[in-house]
């Protein structure tokens, strides 16, 4: 029997206790089951993984460090659509990142500097995204359709289009597409959006290391120098130093790519100069069709994309997307599409196109946070602005080179600097849109370097020996309310919904959301408002708040809360005493949300030892909840790792070698009743 409990006034569930324990933990009434973990197979035929380092293939495997996920639903059987079903659906995930020690046998190895070309593979097809057919059996068991011809991974090999203003654009020719049309693969892929027309929008955000390019400033246009750097493509060797592998087969551009320096006498199409401006870019799959070319959106400007996440779908209204670049002191961007919404294109046959109609023609906007509680959304469009040939830090050239460079042009309209943005979520209730700010260090945000919209610096002791930690460690969530409620909005109003905190933090200054011990968190990352409607009619949306977290990580591993938030507005105007180093003092006047309570916040769920809670999407009717579990048990060594879920979760802990996996965490109320309600 299934309890619907419809616009509860409080959460429902015992708040879990902060902790260091190697399981995922959650309230009294609730279980917790394991599927997705990094290795396991999604393709007829490929062996159980070994989890030895021995195991290859991973095109036809779950990738490693699973993070944001959505969940599409089947019909009962074939592989039609159902936005309805809660019982057989596809899960989209996005595998940002490897733990490297832990996929070979030995940990990484190289020779003479040079990356074994099958190590090098492993990693680079751990990486992208995976689509699994899941199914819920009998007790409630959820499992994974092995043989699913719906399964498929897309990896940074895969074959892409690019779409959009800076389609065919000199800044996207490579020697892979001479027309600057045409891209292979995506790449750390973070947070994610979604479409009424079901597709899957994947994120690629910290792009830029995973690039060799430093050495080669005397061989490229000063301007290329200046956007190259301001997006931090500067590394001597490249994340795992994939452009070193000498393939087998002497051809395979494959690893030489990750090698970006201009060569002498060389040009865009016949060196790797340009493939850095592959990546950044916000990919649009449809997970229901599985031979489907993804396509690079370049119409919502090139970042370190966290997430895209769209505002309400309103019929004769232009849609909207919400996109945090994060890294500290980048901005929060909104897309606003060209074209208004017809409720019909949601069940369009083909979904690709409707994103053609809908996300390759618009205008990509920064915000600009005013100290009143106001705030604008400034066009980043040639030839505005300042947005021009004339522009002194980095002349423009065309759209193309905004997009491909949004950070520089949203520099060059006075875009507000943030302490990293995260996710971003839209309340459907509303259309109210929350964006986390992760954290920022004293370089990011010192004593006289805050704004009404980034407030504080204190000081959060952190580690053993309790190391100075200034600036804004434990991070913030702010809301936004659209003029007129319209994603169309040129500007909005905002507050700070919560302050991250310890509770034991002084109350007045840093705990300034008055978080208690049930409630207490630090560097909110994920978030994400859960579905709105069961088969019971409207259920209030919960916002689901998950951490990565430095600064709180020697008290309690990272964790999930829900909130019921309330209103942008519904506190008021403060004032607060920042503190830096020897004591000095500086004031700040901000504006915050109502404080939550008891019945609005607490803690769900806390992982397992040295994770990143990141993704999390349920069935449409609330009663399985999907969570991402990443990176666990990532510290110690390829022999002895520092934890060992999902292997021990099931009793607290597993043999001293077995290697943790990333997976996702799915989990049910005992009652069959909707999750945290
Ligand atoms: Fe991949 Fe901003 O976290
Ligand atoms: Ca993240
Ligand atoms: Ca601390
Ligand atoms: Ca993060």
Same mark, same amino acid.
């Given at each position: 029997?299934?309890?619907?409990?419809?616009?509860?006034?409080?959460?429902?569930?015992?708040?879990?206790?902060?902790?260091?324990?190697?399981?995922?933990?959650?309230?009294?009434?609730?279980?917790?089951?394991?599927?997705?973990?990094?290795?396991?197979?999604?393709?007829?035929?490929?062996?159980?993984?070994?989890?030895?380092?021995?195991?290859?293939?991973?095109?036809?495997?779950?990738?490693?460090?699973?993070?944001?996920?959505?969940?599409?639903?089947?019909?009962?059987?074939?592989?039609?659509?159902?936005?309805?079903?809660?019982?057989?659906?596809?899960?989209?995930?996005? /595998?940002?990142?490897?733990?490297?020690?832990?996929?070979?046998?030995?940990?990484?190895?190289?020779?003479?500097?040079?990356?074994?070309?099958?190590?090098?593979?492993?990693?680079?097809?751990? /990486?992208?995204?995976?689509?699994?057919?899941?199914?819920?059996?009998?007790?409630?068991?959820?499992?994974?359709?092995?043989?699913?011809?719906?399964?498929?991974?897309?990896?940074?090999?895969?074959?892409?289009?690019?779409?959009?203003?800076?389609?065919?654009?000199?800044?996207?020719?490579?020697?892979?597409?001479?027309?600057?049309?045409?891209?292979?693969?995506?790449?750390?892929?973070?947070?994610?959006?979604?479409?009424?027309?079901?597709?899957?929008?994947?994120?690629?955000?910290?792009?830029?290391?995973?690039?060799?390019?430093?050495?080669?400033?005397?061989?490229?246009?000063?301007?290329?120098?200046?956007?190259?750097?301001?997006?931090?493509?500067?590394?001597?060797?490249?994340?795992?130093?994939?452009?070193?592998?000498?393939?087998?087969?002497?051809?395979?551009?494959?690893?030489?790519?990750?090698?970006?320096?201009?060569?002498?006498?060389?040009?865009?199409?016949?060196?790797?100069?340009?493939?850095?401006?592959?990546?950044?870019?916000?990919?649009?799959?449809?997970?229901?069709?599985?031979?489907?070319?993804?396509?690079?959106?370049?119409?919502?400007?090139?970042?370190? /994309?966290?997430?895209?996440?769209?505002?309400?779908?309103?019929?004769?209204?232009?849609?909207?997307?919400?996109?945090?670049?994060?890294?500290?002191?980048?901005?929060?961007?909104?897309?606003?599409?060209?074209?208004?919404?017809?409720?019909?294109?949601?069940?369009?046959?083909?979904?690709?196109?409707?994103?053609?109609?809908?996300?390759?023609?618009?205008?990509?906007?920064?915000?600009?946070?005013?100290?009143?509680?106001?705030?604008?959304?400034?066009?980043?469009?040639?030839?505005?602005?300042?947005?021009?040939?004339?522009?002194?830090?980095?002349?423009?050239?065309?759209?193309?080179?905004?997009?491909?460079?949004?950070?520089?042009?949203?520099?060059?309209?006075?875009?507000?600097?943030?302490?990293?943005?995260?996710?971003?979520?839209?309340?459907?209730?509303?259309? /109210?849109?929350?964006?986390?700010?992760?954290?920022?260090?004293?370089?990011?945000?010192?004593?006289?370097?805050?704004?009404?919209?980034?407030?504080?610096?204190?000081?959060?002791?952190?580690?053993?020996?309790?190391?100075?930690?200034?600036?804004?460690?434990?991070?913030?969530?702010?809301?936004?309310?659209?003029?007129?409620?319209?994603?169309?909005?040129?500007?909005?109003?905002?507050?700070?919904?919560?302050?991250?905190?310890?509770?034991?933090?002084?109350?007045?200054?840093?705990?300034?959301?008055?978080?208690?011990?049930?409630?207490?968190?630090?560097?909110?990352?994920?978030?994400?408002?859960?579905?709105?409607?069961?088969?019971?009619?409207?259920?209030?949306?919960?916002?689901?708040?998950?951490?990565?977290?430095?600064?709180?990580?020697?008290?309690?591993?990272?964790?999930?809360?829900?909130?019921?938030?309330?209103?942008?507005?519904?506190?008021?105007?403060?004032?607060?005493?920042?503190?830096?180093?020897?004591?000095?003092?500086?004031?700040?006047?901000?504006?915050?949300?109502?404080?939550?309570?008891?019945?609005?916040?607490?803690?769900?769920?806390?992982?397992?030892?040295?994770?990143?809670?990141?993704?999390?999407?349920?069935?449409?009717?609330?009663?399985?909840?999907?969570?991402?579990?990443?990176?666990?048990?990532?510290?110690?060594?390829?022999?002895?790792?520092?934890?060992?879920?999902?292997?021990?979760?099931?009793?607290?802990?597993?043999?001293?070698?077995?290697?943790?996996?990333?997976?996702?965490?799915?989990?049910?109320?005992?009652?069959?009743?909707?999750?945290?309600?």
């Amino acid at each position: 029997t299934t309890t619907v409990t419809v616009n509860p006034a409080q959460l429902g569930f015992t708040a879990v206790a902060k902790n260091k324990l190697d399981v995922v933990s959650v309230p009294t009434g609730y279980k917790v089951q394991v599927i997705n973990r990094t290795g396991d197979p999604i393709a007829a035929g490929v062996p159980a993984y070994k989890n030895d380092g021995t195991d290859a293939n991973f095109a036809q495997r779950i990738g490693d460090h699973g993070d944001a996920l959505y969940w599409y639903g089947l019909a009962a059987a074939g592989t039609a659509r159902d936005d309805n079903s809660s019982t057989r659906g596809l899960i989209v995930q996005n /595998h940002e990142n490897i733990t490297q020690q832990y996929l070979h046998p030995a940990g990484a190895t190289s020779v003479g500097g040079v990356r074994p070309e099958a190590e090098a593979l492993k990693e680079m097809e751990c /990486h992208g995204v995976s689509v699994t057919e899941v199914t819920e059996g009998a007790n409630r068991a959820w499992t994974v359709v092995q043989n699913s011809s719906l399964n498929r991974r897309i990896t940074p090999a895969t074959p892409m289009r690019f779409n959009g203003p800076a389609r065919g654009s000199d800044l996207l020719k490579t020697p892979f597409s001479t027309a600057g049309t045409d891209g292979r693969g995506t790449i750390n892929n973070c947070a994610n959006g979604t479409t009424p027309w079901a597709t899957n929008l994947t994120c690629e955000e910290n792009w830029a290391g995973y690039f060799r390019r430093s050495g080669d400033n005397a061989l490229r246009a000063a301007k290329e120098v200046t956007a190259l750097s301001r997006y931090g493509v500067t590394s001597s060797s490249g994340s795992y130093g994939w452009s070193t592998v000498v393939p087998a087969d002497g051809t395979n551009t494959l690893f030489r790519r990750w090698d970006a320096r201009a060569t002498a006498g060389g040009s865009a199409t016949t060196d790797y100069r340009n493939e850095p401006n592959q990546f950044g870019w916000v990919v649009e799959t449809d997970p229901y069709s599985p031979t489907s070319t993804p396509r690079k959106r370049t119409a919502l400007g090139r970042l370190g /994309h966290e997430g895209a996440w769209p505002g309400l779908f309103v019929a004769g209204r232009k849609p909207a997307w919400y996109m945090g670049d994060d890294s500290r002191r980048e901005y929060l961007y909104k897309f606003v599409s060209a074209t208004n919404w017809v409720a019909a294109d949601a069940t369009a046959a083909d979904r690709l196109a409707i994103g053609d109609k809908y996300l390759d023609t618009g205008t990509l906007h920064v915000a600009r946070f005013n100290a009143d509680g106001t705030g604008i959304w400034v066009p980043l469009v040639f030839g505005q602005n300042g947005i021009t040939a004339a522009a002194a830090a980095y002349p423009f050239a065309d759209q193309a080179d905004v997009l491909v460079n949004a950070r520089l042009a949203a520099d060059v309209v006075g875009a507000t600097p943030m302490d990293r943005p995260e996710w971003t979520a839209v309340n459907p209730a509303n259309g /109210h849109v929350y964006l986390t700010l992760t954290n920022n260090n004293a370089a990011g945000r010192p004593l006289n370097g805050t704004d009404a919209a980034n407030p504080r610096h204190y000081n959060d002791p952190f580690g053993p020996t309790n190391s100075a930690q200034f600036g804004n460690p434990n991070g913030h969530i702010i809301r936004l309310r659209e003029i007129d409620d319209s994603t169309e909005a040129t500007s909005f109003t905002w507050d700070i919904y919560l302050f991250g905190a310890g509770a034991d933090l002084d109350a007045a200054n840093v705990n300034v959301s008055g978080l208690t011990a049930d409630q207490d968190f630090s560097s909110p990352d994920g978030l994400w408002f859960s579905r709105p409607t069961n088969a019971s009619g409207l259920v209030k949306p919960l916002l689901w708040i998950q951490t990565d977290d430095g600064a709180y990580t020697d008290v309690t591993n990272c964790m999930m809360l829900a909130a019921m938030p309330g209103t942008v507005g519904d506190g008021g105007a403060r004032t607060i005493t920042n503190t830096g180093t020897g004591g000095a003092t500086a004031t700040q006047a901000t504006r915050v949300g109502a404080a939550p309570t008891a019945a609005t916040l607490k803690r769900f769920l806390v992982g397992p030892l040295d994770c990143e809670i990141t993704g999390v999407d349920s069935t449409p009717d609330g009663r399985t909840l999907f969570v991402g579990i990443q990176h666990p048990g990532d510290g110690g060594t390829f022999a002895a790792p520092s934890g060992h879920w999902p292997d021990s979760q099931a009793t607290g802990t597993a043999g001293a070698s077995v290697r943790p996996r990333s997976a996702v965490a799915v989990i049910t109320k005992d009652d069959g009743g909707v999750v945290a309600l």
